[in-house]
């Protein structure tokens, strides 16, 4: 079982930046997903486990940024020019990124809210 905590949600206003963490217990492939009110768990982004591969959804694409520090077993997200609708609790999720850079999750972490105000 592995282990997954994030850190550095809460509440910033539209336009800000936050960065959210997710220390691990294990190295694994890494992403993060997101699930608003009332809407379905959606992909975010995710790194591969040596890094050198990303993939973001479009509705992130030049704003937010994926990054791990292996030495710590530590992936972040920075997210820049939020937005009302970033709006949702944010997931941790370690698994691997294919060919074809779908994300296939084996754990998840416990979430973490992040509110963009307008």
């Known amino acids: 079982q592995v282990q997954l905590v994030e850190s550095g949600g809460g509440s910033v206003q539209a336009g800000d930046s936050m960065k959210l963490s997710c220390v691990a217990s294990a190295r694994y492939g890494m992403g993060w997903f997101r699930q608003a009110p009332g809407k379905e768990r959606e992909f975010v982004a995710c790194?591969?486990?040596?890094?050198?591969?990303?993939s973001y959804a479009d509705s992130v694409k030049g704003r937010f940024t994926i990054s791990r520090d292996n030495t710590k077993n530590t992936v972040y997200l920075q997210m820049n020019g939020l937005k009302p609708e970033d709006t949702a609790v944010y997931y941790c999720?370690?698994?691997?990124?294919?060919?074809?850079?779908?994300?296939?999750?084996?754990?998840w972490g416990q979430g973490i809210q992040v509110n963009v105000s307008s």
């Open positions: 999720a370690a698994g691997s990124m294919d060919y074809y850079s779908h994300f296939d999750v084996d754990y």
């Open positions: 790194i591969s486990w040596a890094g050198g591969s990303t």
